[in-house]
């Protein structure tokens, strides 16, 4: 059976891409990578911090953003990483989400986010965190000037392109921090990458049964195991992961 084609869900950013982010040579080429991402795909800003390194969390030093300097030295001078909403969601969540689902729980994040806003960096925002093969964290925020620019049918193809190219970066990242070495791509059965892949296109489990003629239980049951060999909480990260090492 062939597989689908994941790149009709996906923002049409060049088909070298993420050839690109594997053969950047340091953060520098990453940075300017960075910025032709933002341009293309109408992102406002677009930012990735490496959580799992402790320089980032205390003055996040280790990741690439196209905020401007003002807002990265008032972000660095005032420590706001302690209290960034976004941040603490991103340590506690597995998905991608919205900043318009963030229940802000004090005064100090509330200041966050009102500093941000009076930047004018954006008016909606949506974070992905990632974990990388061995458990590394990390942390990609697009924002838009556009209020619901990746809320309601825009949600899953922004969620899928850039939980793409967020695991590439990531996995980059990762590497470069000196945290390990690049490890082999893990082996995936014909179902489960049939599976991922029909899931990466946007269709629900009672679809991908349909299409292949198996149960929906078996259909979650290989979404499960394929997960598992990826080292990814969720699906979504593992049909990124699986694209990257060229599985689907």
Not at 68 to 88: A, G, M
Not at 135 to 155: A, D, M
Not at 206 to 212: A, C, I, M, P, W
């Amino acid at each position: 059976m062939m597989i689908p084609n994941l790149q009709n869900t996906l923002l049409p950013l060049g088909d070298t891409l993420l050839e690109r982010i594997e053969a950047c040579q340091n953060i520098s080429t990453m940075q300017a990578l960075a910025f032709e991402i933002r341009d293309r795909s109408g992102a406002t800003h677009l930012t990735y911090h490496f959580l799992s390194n402790p320089l980032v969390r205390e003055s996040g030093e280790l990741g690439v953003t196209t905020y401007p300097l003002s807002w990265q030295q008032l972000y660095i001078d005032k420590n706001l990483v302690r209290s960034d909403p976004v941040v603490r969601m991103a340590l506690t969540s597995a998905l991608p989400f919205l900043w318009s689902e963030i229940k802000i729980l004090s005064l100090k994040e509330k200041r966050v986010m009102q500093l941000f806003s009076e930047q004018n960096l954006g008016k909606d925002g949506m974070s992905i965190p990632l974990r990388g093969l061995r458990g590394e964290l990390g942390l990609l925020t697009v924002t838009s000037q556009n209020i619901n620019e990746f809320g309601q049918n825009r949600r899953r193809m922004y969620a899928a392109t850039f939980s793409q190219i967020g695991s590439y970066i990531h996995e980059w990242f990762a590497n470069y921090g000196g945290r390990r070495d690049p490890l082999p791509p893990p082996r995936l059965s014909a179902r489960e990458r049939e599976c991922l892949a029909y899931y990466g296109e946007g269709l629900m489990t009672q679809e991908v049964s349909y299409r292949l003629n198996i149960s929906e239980a078996t259909v979650r049951l290989y979404l499960a195991t394929a997960r598992h060999k990826l080292h990814s909480q969720t699906t979504c990260g593992a049909v990124a992961k699986a694209i990257k090492f060229g599985l689907i």
